[in-house]
Structures are given as C-alpha cells and as structure tokens.
C-alpha cells in the first residue's frame, strides 16, 4: 500500500501520484494500517509492540466505534502453538465478561494467514509504569488490589487460570472523578481444564519474577499459583521492589523454592499489619497455605481499601443497550460524493457549451455508480452488523447474568472452603490422639511378643502380667480415641460435601456458559461471512473510485480555468 503524504489517501503499490493534489505517493511503514479486517474493522495506528504481537488503534467501520487490535507478528503466523494461543485469549477473556477483565469483541484471520484479536480500546497506562514510579501508599494497594483479586476471582470461577499475572499484563486507567480502574489483560497463556495443553513436560511458560514454586516444577498448577503472583505484585507495590531478586532467571526459580520473603514492614514501615500478613500469607510456599481462594482475599482487601478511589465490580448484571448505529457512518461516501459533485463542475467548466467528451463522460458515470454500490453494500453491511450485534448483546447478557450466578455461589463456595479448611485443623488433635492411640496399642502388642507372645502359663510371669495389662489399656485408648476421631471425621466430611456439591452447581453453570457460548458462535458465523463478502465488493468498488479518478484528474489537471475547483478537490480530502 501507499500513503499521499499531503492528504493521507490510501493507493495501492501500483499507483505514483495522488489524484487530489499530485502529490508523489510514498509507501506506508506498515503494511497493515489502512487494512479493514473481518469486513469491517479499520486498522488506523500502531499503539504498541510486543515480542508476539503489536497492537493497533483501530475503527469499527459500521458502528464507527474505536476498538483495538492485536495481530500476531507475521514471523510466528506458522507457529501453531502461538496462534492457538491467540484463540484461547480470545475464548477465556470473552466468556469471563467483568469489568476488571479487558473485554474481547472478536477474534478472526485475515486472507494471508494473519491471525488477530479485537479488544476494547483502553485509556491509560500499565500497572508496571505505576509502580517504576516507587512505593504506593497502602490504601492504593489495596484498592488496586481488590480489583486485580475481582478479575482474578472471575477468571477463577469459569476455571480459567492466567499463569502470567504481572504488573504488565495489568492496565490502569481513569473512570472518573479520580478512580482508577483496573483491568487484567493477556490471558494468551491462560488455561481452562477444558482446553488442550499447550505445554510439554519440563516447559515453563510465565515471569520468573513472579512464578509460584509449585509453576517451577509442575505444568499443572492451580488457581494458587495466581494467588502466588499477586502476592509478589502487592509486595512490589507497597515496597517498590520484588520479595525476590536475582541476576538470573535460575536465582528466581530457586529464591520462590527455598527462601522466605522478607516481611514488607521492614522495607515499607507504614505498612498496615494485616496488610502484611494478607502478603506474606499468598506467598507461602505450599499452595495449601495461601488462602483458600481469590475470594477470600477479596474480603480481605475490602477491609483495607479506602472507600473512595477504586472502581468495584458491580453487585448485580445490568443489561447491556444495543450499540447498532442508527445510520451509516457517512464519511467517506459523502466525501466521495462531494468529490463526484466537484467532477461535475470540473466538466461544465472544462467544455462550456459543448458536450464533454465521451471518455471523460463514462468515468464520471463509472464513478457514480461505483458510489451508489458502494452506498448500497454498506446500508446491507449495516443490516447484517445490526443482527450480529443483537447476538452479541444476548450473548453480553447471558455471560453477565451467568457470572453473576458464578460467582455468587463460588463466595459461598469459598465459605464452604474456609470452613473445610478450619474444621480440618480443629479436629486435626482427634486424629493425632487417635493416631498415638494406634502406635501405643502396635508398641504394647510387640512387648507382649517380646514376652513370648499370649500363651497357656506354666506358673505366674510379672513381664507377662504387665504386658497384657498394658495392651488393654492401650486397646481402652484406642477405642476412645477412635470414636471421637470418627465423630470428628464424620463432620469434616459434612463439610467437605458442601463443598462438594456447590462445587458441582458451579460445573453446571460453567457448562450452561460453555453451550451457549457454542451456540452464539454458529448463530454469528453467517452474519460474520456477509459482512466480509460485502466488504470485500466495498473495498473493490472503492478502489476503482480511485483509480478513474485519477485517470479523469490526469485529463484535466492541465486546464487552467480548473485550478479553483483542484484546490476545493484538496480541501475536500
């Protein structure tokens, strides 16, 4: 593609001048600016690069709404492994549907094998940028916090695992009258249970700098790994430095396994107690020692947070409104237009009194009807992009009432768990008694073997007499013992149950999201081809515009009395 540097006009490689100002055409730096994707999305600017993917500010062109789009870098379009990420951060991200997860409006190919994310365009900067700046104060952590744990609870609660929380993957912005609003980002390397894994045995995937320990030697970590990262990421808020530092990835590895973190009241004085304690807690070693869940950090922040300054997630769904553009976003049909009307006048002057000739004539004509069918495929464009987003709005909807159902049983859930846990370690003491009971009674029973063993006496023996006698009260100790470890045991089991089966009325509703997410997906696929067909026709149409254009400017640029009505040609574009 080609690019007028003096009106932005778009050409293709095989044209040299722009046909509004003659202008020399220059090549544009990136060949994807100025690229509608899937029918309807207009690539604008690159706003950010990465190693995998760049980023670009881009234009929904039916709905003239301002998205973002990620395309995956053209040297890894081959690598199956990555563009099969780039799916699954388009699936999980899109079904988890909070407002402290980045939202994922689609998710396509282009012609050339080029695979691509649309996202909602976010305002604002990373988390990592906040914190180079130094220590924050501990409300704004917490504040913060509670929302990278409410995101990170939803993500939880749809199974949906991140592996790769940092503070880049993190965006805060403005919402408003000073709140910050936090949104997690990348779940590129994510994991559901219902996905196909994506690593081999012995691969490490995520951040060293924030890699739980059981991530260092095992792929098949759990939501606690999260917890694990989050508590780094708190740490490095409150202190401006990571619990860990190391020269080399391998130091990290072996710090997160072996060392304790050091407490952040020593680097960060004015750090709340129960603030430390919460941190320190997430940075156990042993998954089993973190809390029990993202929700159960979620209370604990909401005690620390100040009540003003961060933006919570909202208690109940609300149903989203149609977005469907009441008109065609008109812009570049009526610039055409306007351009069509100034040919018109172009003529008149041109041949006063006489009629024009026949090949200037058909172009004019060829450019009128190549508007009209142009303003026709985009009133259809618009009719389909209006069906496709009454689907997604249903589906917007559902994933929000869905969620809400989610999570309201996974808090529940996460009492459940609580409360499994703390009945665990109350009556851990009935099952160590009984425990003891049992080795009392193997150690009285080998004594009495080692006194001969029960037999018929011949005459008293005092070793013998003892021996029984200690191995009844041992069997006495035994059977107390035992029964108030079965009592015991009979009501962690109660508990378990419980959290058993509301574990089991989150699997179904996950399922429920699971099915009508597949059921959305058929409904919007001929919608979805419609629209690239006829954007497809659109951009051809267009493109002809500016070729006979160009020709019919090219016949006329040297008429002298024509140089008012060029230089209206140039303010038009």
């Known amino acids: 593609m080609k690019v007028c540097p003096s009106c932005k006009l778009q050409y293709q490689d095989e044209h040299e ?6 202008t020399p055409l220059v090549p544009m730096s990136d060949p994807w600016i100025g690229k509608t994707l899937a029918g309807r999305y207009l690539v604008e600017q690159a706003i950010g690069e990465g190693g995998m993917a760049t980023v670009y500010r881009a234009r ?3 709905v003239d709404r301002p998205v973002a789009v990620k395309i995956l870098s053209s040297r890894l379009v081959n690598d199956p492994s990555l563009r099969e990420r780039f799916r699954r951060e388009a699936k999980n991200a899109a079904a988890l549907a909070h407002p402290n997860i980045i939202e994922i409006y689609d998710y396509g190919e282009t012609e050339e094998g080029a695979v691509f994310l649309v996202m909602e365009l976010l305002s604002g900067t990373s988390l990592q940028s906040h ?16 929302q990278i744990l409410q995101g990170l609870a939803r993500a939880h609660d749809f199974d949906v695992i991140h592996r790769d929380l940092k503070p880049e993957n993190i965006f805060v912005s403005q919402a408003g009258h000073g709140r910050e609003l936090v949104k997690l980002l990348d779940f590129g390397i994510a994991r559901s249970t219902h996905d196909s894994r994506l690593t081999n045995a012995g691969e490490i995937f995520g951040t060293p700098q924030y890699m739980a320990p059981e991530r260092i030697t095992s792929i098949d970590a759990g939501p606690a790994a999260d917890l694990y990262a989050v508590g780094c990421i708190l740490f490095e808020m409150l202190t401006g430095r990571l619990p860990f530092e190391s020269q080399e990835l391998t130091g990290y590895f072996i710090k997160h396994m072996q060392e304790p973190p050091p407490k952040p009241s020593e680097l960060a004085p004015q750090c709340p107690r129960r603030l430390e304690e919460l941190i320190l807690k997430l940075l156990a070693k042993k998954p089993e020692d973190r809390p029990v869940d993202a929700h159960a950090v979620i209370k604990e922040l909401q005690a620390l947070a ?15 409104r149609p977005i469907a553009a009441p008109t065609l976003p008109p812009t570049t049909l009526e610039r055409w237009a306007r351009r069509t009307a100034i040919f018109e006048q172009m003529l008149a002057q041109a041949f006063p009194g006489s009629e024009p000739p026949a090949d200037l004539r058909a172009m004019l ?9 142009v303003h026709e495929i985009r009133g259809e464009g618009l009719k389909e992009q209006r069906k496709l987003e009454e689907l997604e709005r249903e589906a ?58 029960y037999r018929v006496l011949a005459a008293p023996e005092e070793a013998f007499a003892r021996a029984l006698r200690d191995l009844a009260d041992a069997v006495d100790r035994w059977g107390l013992t035992r029964g108030a470890a079965e009592k015991a045991r009979r009501w962690v089991d109660a508990k378990k149950r419980e959290v058993e089966d509301l574990e089991l009325q989150v699997r179904t509703l996950r399922g429920n999201l699971d099915r009508t997410e ?28 500016t070729v006979t254009a160009t020709q019919f400017c090219d016949r006329l640029r040297g008429e002298s009395r024509l140089r008012e009505l060029f230089a209206r040609l140039e303010q038009e574009s």
């Open 131 to 146: 914190v180079d700046r130094g220590p924050m104060d501990p409300g704004r952590v917490a504040s913060l916090g509670l």
């Open 396 to 453: 917007r909807d559902n994933r929000a009432r869905l969620g809400f159902a989610v999570q309201s049983l996974a808090e529940d859930l996460s009492l459940a768990r609580e409360a499994a846990r703390q009945a665990g370690q109350e009556v851990q003491p009935y099952f160590d008694a009984e425990s003891q009971a049992k080795s009392g009674y193997d150690q009285a029973v080998a004594r009495l073997e080692t006194a001969g063993g």
């Open 365 to 373: 004509d060829t450019i009128r009807g190549a508007l009209r069918r």
């Open 60 to 62: 929904h062109t039916l």
């Open 518 to 545: 597949n059921d959305y997906v058929e409904k919007r696929q001929s919608s979805e081809a419609a629209l690239t067909t006829g954007t497809t026709e659109a951009q051809s149409r267009e493109q002809q515009l």
């Open 17 to 22: 001048r722009c046909f509004v100002d003659d």
């Open 306 to 320: 100040p009540k003003t300054g961060s933006v919570p997630a909202p208690p109940m769904p609300t149903p989203s």
